[in-house]
Structures are given as structure tokens and as C-alpha cells.
């Protein structure tokens, strides 16, 4: 039986995008299959603000606002 890679693993925030509240934040990898792009051409969005930067919640993570991201999808 083959184990699942992280590449197949998906998020529970991307299961359920949908029902969290605009409050809700979901860090890089949700983000990225969002919007189905690599992060590097995430973090070319963000410089270009073709989408909202990241909130710093501490001093090592970083995440995008729920509210934010629906508003540009």
C-alpha cells in the first residue's frame, strides 16, 4: 500500500474553505491551491497586489485573510 505524499494531502482549510468565516485565516499551501499556482508565482501576485499580503501572527507565520482571498476570487 502506497503512503499519501504531502503533494496529495489536502488541507482541512481547502476541505473547508467554504464554511470558514471571513475572520479566518489559512496559510500558504490553501492559498496557493486556490488560486492553483506555485508559491513562488504566489509571492509575484502579492508583489504585483493581484492579491492581499500575508498577515504576520507571529514572528515565524504568516497567513492570508479568508475575507481577503474570497473578495479576489
Do not use: Y
Amino acid at each position: 500500500m502506497a503512503r499519501p505524499t504531502s503533494a496529495s494531502i489536502v488541507p482541512d482549510a481547502l476541505k473547508h474553505f467554504n464554511s470558514l468565516p471571513d475572520s479566518a485565516h489559512v496559510r500558504q499551501p490553501v492559498v496557493e491551491a486556490l488560486f492553483g499556482c506555485s508559491g513562488s508565482t504566489l509571492w509575484r501576485m502579492v508583489k504585483r497586489r493581484d492579491l492581499p499580503a500575508p498577515r504576520k501572527l507571529s514572528e515565524r507565520i504568516s497567513a492570508w485573510n479568508v475575507g481577503e482571498l474570497r473578495r479576489k476570487l
